[in-house]
């Protein structure tokens, strides 16, 4: 069993940044966060595999948000950059695989909450 733990959402105004970290008690291929809205699906954001590094991103996020990790600290940070209202979420770290898709990942944090105001 993995547990994973968020932190760094807050209140932001538009074009404004934060930093999401992720702290996992046990070692997966792959980490990824995912977000969703009120009313709206679970979305992909990025992912990463912890050994290669190799990044992969949604659509609505690249160019404005980058994903790293640590393996020292078994950490994954979420840089986000340029925000924008439609980004407000209640974000999710997930561990498993790598991939897009929610299903692949089989440990859940317990998500944070990001809002940008206009």
């Known amino acids: 069993q993995v547990q994973l733990v968020e932190s760094g959402g807050g209140l932001v105004q538009a074009g404004g940044s934060l930093r999401l970290s992720c702290a996992a008690s046990?070692?997966?291929?792959?980490r990824a966060w995912f977000r969703q809205a009120p009313g709206k699906e679970r979305e992909f954001v990025a992912a990463?595999?912890?050994?290669?590094?190799?990044?992969s991103y949604g659509d609505s996020v690249k160019g404005r948000f980058t994903i790293s990790r640590d393996n020292a600290e078994n950490t994954v940070w979420l840089q986000m950059n340029s925000l924008k209202p439609e980004d407000t979420a209640v974000y999710y770290c997930?561990?498993?695989?790598?991939?897009?898709?929610?299903?692949?990942?089989?440990?859940w944090g317990q998500g944070t909450q990001v809002t940008v105001s206009s």
């Open positions: 046990g070692r997966t291929f792959g």
């Open positions: 990463i595999t912890m050994s290669s590094g190799v990044r």
């Open positions: 997930a561990a498993g695989l790598h991939s897009s898709s929610y299903r692949v990942y089989d440990y």
